[in-house]
């Protein structure tokens, strides 16, 4: 059963109890009754999370009727004839699944077109298509009234057609380019603010500086600067490292998202990742993403190499010995540093020549 429960997602908004019962959830429907649950340790250690993150999750189980916990032995999925006796509740009553349960999944799966972001109405969609697939189980062994299970496989057939119309339509959607701004934003913040409030400082400032010259762009290469500019150092958040390398761990990360190809290639490529990324080793990789050059990028380098760790305003060469000064002489990424100092003047310099050519100078 471990080998089927999945793995947590850390991108995910979605607390990690509930994301456990979830899984456990998808697993216990169809299960017969007397199934023994893996343990707490098990679950502990296959999740990497807390013990009580794991009984919280098996509170939501029992709390929905779906296991039962025996003092010493464990947990089990509960047993429907143990519970069946005249005075018991009728299936409806049991599940709070009533005959115009389609209705209720039907409204629910529209009102989801509603959600602006497709990011939200997938991860409500999930939610909903859980709770259909948790309910139909349910009612499946208790049931007790043939028209019940065929309203609920009948609400489950719409419900499937519904959300296949309701991806379809989160991904023909547009979303309006301050919300893309604005899911950079919350994403960056999810995986930095907390982990790394110095970074996520920074981020902050570099966000900042990318607004005010993303003024005098046209879209979409205003709103690729400012998604690139909150989304650049993602890569150093604790529950994305990967390889170490936080331009191609960003930007790995971001691949596997919604976030447009252009803004993640100007992650991998941001500040002369090139050079450094020679100097690990990771040249290959990087180039699976392009860079694509142009003022932009260059914008988008400048604003980092002006941004002080701590969001402070500094001047290119400050930024450099800064970060000289930070790692030491013999450290890779100085060295690489020094390798990468041509291309970095050079984005620099045209950055800044744009910059002043729309008098933007002093708003800086
Ligand atoms: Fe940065």
């Known amino acids: 059963m471990l080998d089927d429960l999945g793995s947590l997602d850390p991108g995910s908004t979605v607390p990690p109890y509930r994301q456990i019962a979830a899984h456990l959830r998808s697993q216990i429907v169809g299960r017969a009754p007397g199934t023994k649950l893996p343990s707490e340790s098990q679950l502990t250690s296959h999740y990497g999370v807390a013990r009580m993150t794991v009984r919280a999750a098996m509170r939501a189980l029992q709390d929905d009727g779906l296991v039962r916990s025996r003092q010493g032995a464990g947990v089990f999925v509960v047993d429907p004839a143990a519970t069946s006796d005249p005075a018991a509740p009728r299936p409806a009553e049991a599940t709070g699944i009533t005959p115009d349960f389609t209705?209720?999944?039907?409204?629910?799966?529209?009102?989801?077109?509603?959600?602006?972001?497709?990011?939200?109405?997938?991860?409500?969609?999930?939610?909903?298509?859980?709770?259909?697939?948790?309910?139909?189980?349910?009612?499946?062994?208790?049931?007790?009234?043939?028209?019940?299970?065929?309203?609920?496989?009948?609400?489950?057939?719409?419900?499937?057609?519904?959300?296949?119309?309701?991806?379809?339509?989160?991904?023909?959607?547009t979303v309006a380019p301050e919300d893309q701004i604005a899911a950079a934003r919350d994403l960056a913040r999810?995986?930095?603010?907390?982990?790394?409030?110095?970074?996520?400082?920074?981020?902050?400032?570099?966000?900042?500086?990318?607004?005010?010259?993303?003024m005098a762009l046209d879209e979409p290469d205003g709103a690729a600067l400012c998604m690139a500019a909150w989304l650049h150092d993602i890569g150093y958040a604790p529950s994305l490292a990967h390889n170490g390398f936080h331009p191609l761990d960003g930007a790995g990360h971001l691949r596997a998202s919604t976030v447009d190809a252009r803004v993640v290639a100007l992650v991998a490529h941001h500040s002369a990742a090139a050079s450094e990324a020679a100097e690990v080793g990771l040249a290959d990789e990087l180039a699976a993403f392009v860079d694509e050059g142009g003022i932009v990028r260059d914008l988008l380098w400048f604003c980092d190499m002006t941004t002080g760790p701590d969001g402070q305003p500094m001047t290119f060469g400050q930024r450099m010995d800064e970060v000289r000064a930070r790692y030491g002489p013999d450290h890779y990424v100085t060295r690489a540093m020094a390798q990468g100092m041509p291309a970095r003047e050079q984005a620099v310099a045209r950055a800044w020549a744009w910059i002043c050519e729309h008098g933007l100078a002093s708003s800086l």
Not at 128 to 157: C, F, K, Y
Not at 191 to 203: D, I, K, Q, S
């Open 103 to 173: 209705v209720h999944a039907l409204s629910a799966a529209t009102a989801l077109l509603r959600v602006h972001s497709p990011e939200e109405q997938l991860r409500h969609l999930a939610d909903l298509a859980a709770a259909v697939e948790v309910g139909t189980g349910v009612v499946r062994r208790r049931l007790v009234d043939d028209r019940l299970e065929a309203d609920v496989r009948a609400a489950s057939r719409q419900l499937a057609a519904a959300s296949r119309r309701l991806r379809q339509a989160a991904a023909d959607s």
């Open 190 to 214: 999810h995986h930095l603010a907390e982990a790394l409030p110095r970074r996520w400082a920074h981020v902050q400032a570099v966000a900042a500086r990318a607004a005010v010259l993303a």
